[in-house]
């Protein structure tokens, strides 16, 4: 997998490809509501496991039965297929 910043081009492409996230300064951003905690930990154990698989980690946050991720590639500073192969891993499993 490349670590070149995706181009103007692929951002916009972006939108498309993955309409429930954002792109949000070198972010590429998503929120879930869950009805519990517990389901909301659950899907967050099936990310970590699904991110160490992938060698590429989200910085998160969970507030009771919400979850967060904020996706970017920390060695390029900047958004990456990395960042983007996972977040369409993600939305296959939630
Ligand atoms: N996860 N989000 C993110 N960004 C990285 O640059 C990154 C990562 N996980 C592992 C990783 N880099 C490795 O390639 C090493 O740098 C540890």
Redesign the pocket.
């Known amino acids: 997998m490349t670590l070149s910043l995706l181009n103007s081009q692929e951002l916009e492409d972006l939108k498309d490809e993955l309409p429930n996230w954002k792109v949000k300064g070198i972010h590429l951003y998503r929120e879930w509501q869950f009805t519990n905690f517990v389901e909301a930990f659950g899907f967050m154990t099936k990310i970590a496991m699904l991110a160490e698989k992938m060698?590429?980690?989200?910085e998160w946050s969970n507030v009771y039965s919400s979850v967060t991720v904020a996706?970017?590639?920390?060695?390029?500073q900047g958004l990456t297929d990395?960042d983007r192969q996972l977040a369409k891993a993600i939305n296959l499993i939630s």
Do not use: K, N, Q
């Open positions: 060698d590429h980690h989200p996706l970017t590639t920390h060695e390029a990395r």
